[in-house]
């Protein structure tokens, strides 16, 4: 159905005009309680991005994704394919976590934690308006012919976002290939990884793109968990909203009249400023309801808040609200339902934390040679033969390795030599002999527990079977 005049929004998006070309958006600098919170929010956020490729556990980075080679580092928990079951369980909580989450409290996320809103509201953005000043001085330069003030405004914020964009490529490298081997490539020096430093420019040419020009199209157009929203989000759904019962009253919003009372007058608590509207960096309205564009970045709010002040009339016209609150005129509680969701939530992450810390760092695997029974040596002991695996996850190498028997007694023979050690990130193979006196076992088929050692310390624990004449006892 074609919508007209007010319901416009319906059916377009606020960054598109009417001849379908790119409304470019100039948001006025937001100010206010909201935007202050959301500054150390997001500056501790970059912080931590910035210097996780850098910090190291054990000698593993704390967080890396290196694709190529398939190495995942997670809170400084190595996980290797061997761990791919692990890796799936945890995209299963993330996923699951993203569905309760956004169910409960909306597009939290894309306001407070998406690096797309902090690089581009509080760093891009944040440049732009030292440079070019707040909203109206951009419209006035944007609109006025190129003359030499134009030209050093606009190069001094390029050269700017250039360089901001190269770190970022180069941070994002830095996950991607391990923080070791981007210092390594740079001081080695750029020309003698030619094809890494191709990557790094295609890298910083797209976050430049994104940040410079794509801006809030990412949130609208190309983000898939933005595109979620209008399935997971519901009446009971926390969003950023516009209190409409309040801000409309009887007669609708109106502009303000100095000594007029509006509370008898029927008009609405909005005094129809635009300021909500201005302040926003996805070009909407939030008077029209939820929307797509919204990423819940809450400046709307403190915009707001402050022409409320300003006009002696109460704060909160739009405030964090579900559908639900604002048509029955409920304040903001904790529901039942919120607070299962933030249980389950809660649970999640625990799950996901203990099992990141929780890991061992070495991984030991030791299985009988297939088609080989059991051997009678003298004094009733009987040997098994086996091939171990060790795969050492750290970068650190494990030294003077060697087994020992912990649910029997008996021997454990390593083929051609006694102790040895798994270099990090590597892994040792080979074939050791298992012997228990045959008093010792409770029939054909035993369960044994072995414990491996580096020096004294015992690192790991692993079970294996071991076969010995059928018991007739
Ligand atoms: S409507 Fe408000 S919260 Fe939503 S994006 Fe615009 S300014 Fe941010
Ligand atoms: S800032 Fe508040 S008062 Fe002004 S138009 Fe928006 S909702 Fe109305």
């Not at 339902?337 to 992450?349: D, E, M, N, P, Q």
Request: aromatic share 14%; with cysteine; net charge positive.
């Amino acid at each position: 159905m074609e919508t007209t005049g007010k319901e416009t929004f319906r059916d377009s998006i606020g960054t598109i005009n009417e001849e379908g070309k790119r409304a470019w958006v100039y948001p006025k600098k937001p100010s206010g309680r909201f935007y202050k919170y959301r500054k150390w929010v997001s500056y501790s956020l970059l912080i931590f991005l910035f210097s996780a490729p850098f910090i190291k556990i054990n000698g593993n980075q704390f967080l890396l994704f290196n694709v190529l080679e398939r190495r995942f580092n997670i809170f400084g928990a190595p996980f290797w394919p061997q761990d791919f079951h692990l890796f799936v369980i945890s995209m299963i909580i993330g996923i699951v976590f993203i569905i309760l989450f956004t169910v409960a409290f909306g597009r939290i996320f894309c306001g407070w934690i998406c690096p797309q809103t902090i690089f581009m509201e509080l760093v891009f953005r944040r440049i732009e308006y030292w440079i070019e000043g707040d909203r109206g001085k951009q419209i006035r330069l944007d609109k006025q012919p190129w003359n030499i003030n134009k030209i050093r405004k606009r190069l001094t914020k390029w050269i700017l976002f250039f360089i901001i964009s190269f770190l970022i490529a180069n941070v994002f490298l830095a996950y991607l290939i391990g923080s070791d081997q981007l210092i390594k490539y740079i001081t080695d020096g750029p020309l003698i990884h030619v094809s890494t430093l191709i990557s790094l420019l295609i890298f910083t040419a797209v976050f430049y793109f994104v940040f410079a020009w794509f801006r809030e199209q990412v949130c609208i157009i190309a983000c898939p968990y933005g595109r979620l929203q209008g399935v997971l989000l519901d009446s009971k759904s926390i969003v950023v909203a516009y209190d409409y019962k309040r801000g409309e009253k009887e007669i609708g919003r109106a502009k303000f009249k100095k000594n007029e009372n509006r509370s008898t007058s029927g008009k609405g608590d909005c005094i129809d400023c635009f300021q909500c509207v201005h302040v926003c960096p996805t070009g909407i309205d939030i008077r029209n309801g939820t929307q797509l564009e919204c990423v819940n970045c809450t400046a709307c709010i403190d915009a707001c808040d402050h022409m409320m002040e300003s006009v002696n009339l109460p704060k909160g016209l739009i405030r964090y609200a579900s559908e639900e609150n604002i048509a029955k005129k409920a304040k903001f509680t904790f529901t039942p339902r919120l607070k299962g969701y933030s249980a389950v939530l809660l649970i999640l992450t625990g799950i996901f934390l203990g099992m990141s810390f929780l890991r061992n760092d070495v991984e030991a695997t030791i299985l009988r040679l297939p088609g080989q029974l059991y051997e009678h040596k003298g004094d009733n002991i009987i040997s098994n033969v086996y091939t171990y695996k060790l795969v050492n996850k750290t970068t650190l190498d494990i030294e003077n390795i060697h087994f020992e028997l912990l649910s029997h007694t008996g021997k454990i023979e390593i083929v051609t030599h006694k102790n040895f050690s798994v270099p990090g990130q590597g892994l040792a193979e080979g074939t050791l002999f298992i012997e228990i006196n045959n008093a010792a076992l409770t029939g054909d088929k035993n369960r044994l527990k072995i414990g491996l050692y580096s020096k004294d310390k015992l690192i790991e624990t692993t079970t294996t079977a071991f076969l010995g004449p059928r018991s007739y006892r």
